[in-house]
């Protein structure tokens, strides 16, 4: 079975799925950033930001405003 690629890597990544799924799948994610230092760092970013408004706001975001965000997250990461 091969690494997934770092496309799925970091859509898996950016929707907080590392964890949900299969065990196979997940551990070839996580063997993936284990090797893929692009791919690491990005996870290394999306916990930073996750940190920071959790520091901004204090308490997590409401569900009609983090689902706003993570779609605005997602467009942009969708158009480079």
Known sequence: ???PTCKETARAA???AL???PT???LLLRAH???C???SAFLRQLQAL???FRGRWGAPLPPER???LELRVLDRLRSR
Do not use: S
Request: with cysteine; net charge negative.
């Open 1 to 3: 079975m091969m690494l």
């Open 14 to 16: 950016a929707e907080g």
């Open 19 to 21: 964890e949900e799924g």
């Open 24 to 26: 196979l799948r997940r």
């Open 33 to 35: 950033l284990w090797h």
């Open 37 to 39: 230092e692009a791919c």
């Open 50 to 52: 996750g940190r920071a």
């Open 66 to 68: 983090r689902a706003e």
